[in-house]
């Protein structure tokens, strides 16, 4: 069974960025055979999907992040990663990575996703 770890938060002013890095094991070839994505949840809303790469290097990314986030795969390192520029407050939250176990990838539902790690936090001040 996969396992995901992530990690690369902080805390960083308004315009500043980040990379987080979600790292699998237990399976050999993780990104290279599967769709997986980023997801984030602020306190008191929702899990809600942010980008996604597929096996084939196809991408999505919900629009509020279209030009400032890039979601990337290092498959010789089953490494996962989001670089993360011109970080707004709003994009504050726990980040997670997580594996998809059905449904379509590029829709960015967490229902579809599974494999969740523990999280890596984000802040953004103003």
């Known amino acids: 069974q996969v396992q995901l770890v992530e990690s690369g938060g902080g805390s960083v002013q308004a315009g500043g960025s980040l990379r987080l890095s979600c790292a699998a094991s237990g399976s050999g070839d993780t990104y290279s055979s599967y769709c997986v994505g980023w997801f984030r949840q602020a306190p008191g809303k929702e899990r809600e999907g942010v980008a996604a790469?597929?096996?084939?290097?196809?991408?999505a990314y919900r629009d509020s992040v279209k030009g400032r986030f890039t979601i990337s795969k290092d498959n010789a390192k089953n490494t996962l990663y989001l670089q993360m520029n011109s970080l707004k407050p709003e994009d504050t939250a726990m980040y997670y990575c997580?594996?998809?176990?059905?449904?379509?990838?590029?829709?960015?539902?967490?229902?579809?996703?599974?494999?969740w790690g523990p999280g890596t936090q984000v802040t953004v001040s103003s």
């Open positions: 790469i597929c096996s084939d290097g196809g991408t």
């Open positions: 997580a594996s998809l176990t059905g449904g379509s990838w590029y829709l960015l539902k967490s229902a579809d996703f599974g494999y």
